[in-house]
């Protein structure tokens, strides 16, 4: 039976999440999760595979592979979940962990095992500033995200025009929301 990481389920109602951040800088007995039961079809079957690709079974919180993965309409995921308020912080004691269908630990006891395995406090297991959270205002400020406008031969220059501005104006938003996600994370770094 195949284990996964970062999946679970709301201990209350049985309802099935994944886990974003199993703890919080400064606050390390409350988690971010994402419902997966009310997500549209196309997000959930995304981050369905994205939860059960190598990259996210090797990654140590799953947000950190969600702040570099898209979803099918090209958003990043991570990025859609904050704004679009898919993302829900709870305790970790009201999470149990589900990495095989027979298999269950609360989160909290989970984050107990880590921080002794690794030797710290449960305090200290929330991702550092100096992780990826660069690479993530970087991504988004690239070009790589802009699509070719449709028909592009039977555009005028002035609609053609209009496309990359508008999607300048979409990057420039998806890089200020990630920038106040930076700054919520860690406000001594503005």
Same mark, same amino acid.
């Given at each position: 039976?195949?284990?996964?990481?970062?999946?679970?389920?709301?201990?209350? $109602?049985?309802?099935?999440?994944?886990?974003?951040?199993?703890?919080?800088?400064?606050?390390?007995?409350?988690?971010?999760?994402?419902?997966?039961?009310?997500?549209?079809? =196309?997000?959930?079957?995304?981050?369905? /595979?994205?939860?059960? =690709?190598?990259?996210?079974?090797? @990654?140590?919180?799953? !947000?950190?592979?969600? @702040?570099?993965?898209?979803?099918?309409?090209? @958003?990043?995921?991570?990025?859609?979940?904050? $704004?679009?308020?898919?993302?829900?912080?709870?305790?970790?004691?009201?999470?149990?962990?589900?990495? $095989?269908?027979? &298999?269950?630990?609360?989160?909290?006891?989970?984050? /107990?095992?880590? !921080?002794? /395995?690794?030797?710290?406090?449960?305090?200290?297991?929330?991702?550092?500033? /100096?992780?990826?959270?660069?690479?993530?205002?970087?991504?988004?400020? $690239?070009?790589? &995200?802009? @699509?070719?406008?449709?028909?592009?031969?039977?555009?005028?220059?002035?609609?053609?025009?209009?496309?990359?501005?508008?999607?300048? &104006?979409?990057?420039?938003?998806?890089?200020?929301?990630?920038?106040?996600?930076?700054?919520?994370? &860690?406000?001594?770094?503005?």
């Amino acid at each position: 039976m195949v284990e996964l990481k970062h999946v679970g389920r709301v201990k209350a $109602t049985g309802k099935k999440c994944l886990v974003a951040y199993r703890t919080l800088p400064g606050d390390a007995y409350h988690a971010v999760i994402i419902p997966t039961e009310n997500l549209p079809d =196309s997000y959930h079957d995304a981050l369905i /595979q994205t939860v059960e =690709s190598s990259a996210a079974q090797e @990654s140590y919180e799953f !947000a950190e592979v969600l @702040s570099r993965s898209n979803f099918p309409d090209g @958003s990043i995921m991570l990025a859609a979940l904050h $704004t679009q308020n898919r993302m829900v912080k709870v305790s970790t004691a009201d999470i149990e962990m589900t990495p $095989t269908l027979s &298999d269950k630990i609360g989160l909290d006891e989970l984050n /107990q095992l880590i !921080a002794e /395995q690794r030797g710290v406090a449960v305090d200290d297991l929330h991702l550092k500033p /100096q992780s990826d959270l660069n690479i993530e205002v970087k991504e988004v400020a $690239t070009v790589k &995200d802009i @699509s070719p406008p449709k028909n592009e031969e039977n555009m005028t220059v002035e609609e053609r025009a209009r496309h990359y501005r508008s999607e300048a &104006d979409r990057l420039y938003k998806e890089a200020a929301k990630l920038r106040k996600m930076a700054v919520e994370l &860690d406000p001594k770094e503005k």
